[in-house]
């Protein structure tokens, strides 16, 4: 069986930017085992398989090279870029997934490609998890949790960018994942994060579209906005433009393709 894919830098406007997201669009569902299989040949942060439903509407899954992911906001753009792609005179569509329901995405005339996401707003842990103080090496101001990840708040720039982290403590946080974040020091953001994911997917992911749905909330409370602009501060680097609104974040991001072409299976 052959396979079309096209790899694409979600988050960025140049290759080798962003996080690369593998997409993979069928009539059916494959396989789960061959969808993992195929992910984990990727080695990529995820691959999003992509089914269609109708005309503007479709099904969408993303696998780790470990284990399928309940929401993916990068491999949702990456997605969406590749459909816009294929029909120019699409502007808008929806996905639905299991985990997050009906997902909006629309193409705007700026080229980004705007998301509409379900509110992850974190709550704040008054307990710390010994795993969570052990596995970094600066210790957190605050600690927030939703049902992705823990929120590991820093005073500066310069903790978020210098922590160390040991993944194998940080796994038994496991299903949750951790994000490091602080309030941006530099104008052109409002602020900046990293995000470690050894229990479910790897080490460092490069731009995180999922955990902005609960970063925005708590940096739009802490600084008294509701429009945002974040930086991921990995090696490769993204930018993210949130919008709050209610019990719903609007992500938007620019997104480049890599490579395209077909796997064998």
């Not at 982290?165 to 949750?176: A, F, H, S, V």
């Not at 993204?238 to 299976?265: E, F, K, P, W």
Request: with cysteine.
């Amino acid at each position: 069986m052959e396979l079309e894919i096209t790899v694409v830098d979600a988050f960025t406007e140049t290759v080798f930017g962003g996080n690369p997201a593998a997409v993979v669009i069928t009539n059916e569902w494959l396989p789960d085992q061959l969808m993992q299989s195929i992910a984990a040949e990727n080695n990529l942060s995820e691959t999003a398989f992509v089914v269609l439903v109708d005309a503007s509407t479709y099904q969408i899954r993303w696998f780790s090279p470990l284990t399928e992911i309940a929401f993916c906001g990068h491999a949702t753009l990456a997605s969406a870029f590749v459909l816009f792609n294929r029909s120019p005179a699409l502007a808008c569509l929806t996905f639905t997934a299991k985990a997050v329901g009906e997902l909006t995405v629309k193409k705007t005339e700026s080229g980004k490609i705007q998301m509409d996401f379900p509110n992850t707003h974190p709550e704040k842990v008054e307990i710390i998890p010994d795993n969570l103080m052990a596995g970094l090496s600066i210790m957190p101001v605050e600690v927030y949790c939703n049902a992705q990840a823990y929120f590991v708040v820093y005073e500066s720039e310069a903790e978020v960018l210098s922590v160390q982290r040991n993944n194998e403590i940080l796994k038994q946080l496991g299903p949750l994942d951790v994000v490091v974040t602080c309030r941006s020091e530099r104008p052109e953001y409002d602020f900046v994060s990293r995000y470690f994911w050894p229990a479910n997917g790897g080490d460092e992911d490069p731009v995180t579209g999922s955990i902005h749905t609960g970063l925005a909330p708590l940096w739009a409370e802490r600084l008294g906005k509701n429009e945002l602009i974040a930086f991921q501060a990995s090696a490769r680097g993204g930018v993210l433009n949130c919008l709050v609104l209610g019990d719903r974040v609007v992500i938007s991001g620019h997104a480049v393709q890599y490579m395209s072409g077909t796997i064998t299976v």
